[in-house]
């Protein structure tokens, strides 16, 4: 169930990063418990991580225990019906995507935001992820998450979403270590055509304005008080802009992404060419450009 030293790189949207210690993809509650006991007892760190797509690992990578909730806690189910809305379940697992899809097939408005983001539903949960003017905080009605060794469930309006943060988000700060496992969104049943011609139009927006076929981990600033990252990027002149030749790069689509070309850029590279970009924008405008890319190991 554990192995060891396995290499990040290919389990991160962003395609770089060293090993793990110990990395484990748990099939259930119990076994996510019995990782966390396996943690305790060895002293260990532990990250949580799902699609790898809002992450950073750096290149001497992780010295602690990786569990990837992934495929094997994916299910999404309809739990329950009423005369005007629906209420679905997704574990942690899953795909963002998948779930928005799921809800689409349904006829089910106001998932469709989640149709383009790349990640899981419990890294969306982490961090209230959103797209479009939508977030998770609108659908979201419960959270059921692992502290401590019990499973607890938090009503959506007591999980202090805001702007890419939640009370999950800042109990790892403070040092403790939440586990989401799943969650329940509220949505209200709509016209099939319309929805599915919405999330169309939705990833073709995407698609012309993101480099979504390139590595990378979404955007990788916070919008700042008053500003756009991207905007405030790209009047400094860094629009596909690079440092060198390490394939680490500005996309030249969106200034926002910083990407990794071929994917032949190392955690290094890419920490390298943020500096940068924090430094001649925070010396053309006295905006300091904070990550919304996790930043994970070394110092």
């Known amino acids: 169930m554990i192995s060891e030293g396995v290499l990040l790189k290919p389990y991160t949207t962003f395609k770089c990063g060293g090993p793990a210690k110990y990395f484990a993809e748990p099939s259930s509650v119990e076994d996510i418990k019995e990782l966390m006991t396996f943690a305790k007892e060895k002293n260990l760190p532990v990250l949580v991580m799902g699609l ?18 992934g495929k094997n806690m994916g299910q999404i189910e309809l739990e329950e019906e009423g005369e005007d809305y629906c209420v679905i379940s997704a574990q942690a697992g899953a795909s963002l995507a998948a779930f928005g899809a799921k809800c689409s097939s349904l006829a089910l408005e106001g998932a469709e935001f989640c149709c383009g983001i790349p990640g899981s539903v419990g890294g969306a949960v982490f961090m209230n992820a959103g797209a479009y003017g939508r977030e998770i905080k609108d659908i979201a009605v419960s959270v059921s998450y692992l502290l401590d060794g019990e499973v607890k469930t938090i009503e959506g309006d007591k999980c202090e979403f805001g702007y890419r943060q939640s009370i999950f988000e800042k109990m790892n700060k403070e040092g403790r270590e939440p586990v989401v496992l799943a969650f329940k969104a509220r ?3 709509g016209d099939e055509e319309k929805i599915k011609s919405y999330v169309a139009e939705l990833k073709a927006k ?3 304005s993101q480099p979504v076929d390139v590595p990378s ?4 600033f916070k919008r700042p008080e008053g500003h756009y990252a991207g905007a405030l990027i790209e009047a400094s002149g860094l629009k596909g802009f690079a440092l060198d030749d390490s394939g680490a790069q500005v996309s030249p689509k969106h200034a926002g992404f910083v990407v990794n070309n071929g994917g032949k850029a190392s955690a290094g590279d890419v920490m390298r060419l943020i500096r940068h970009i924090q430094d001649k924008v925070y ?8 990550t919304e890319v996790r930043l994970i190991g070394g110092s």
């Open 187 to 189: 949505l209200k049943k």
């Open 283 to 290: 010396e053309d405008s006295g905006v300091r450009l904070e």
């Open 217 to 220: 981990a979404g955007s990788t």
């Open 52 to 69: 790898g797509s809002n992450m950073l690992v750096c290149d001497e990578g992780f010295d602690g225990l990786v569990i990837r909730i």
């Open 206 to 208: 995407r698609c012309a």
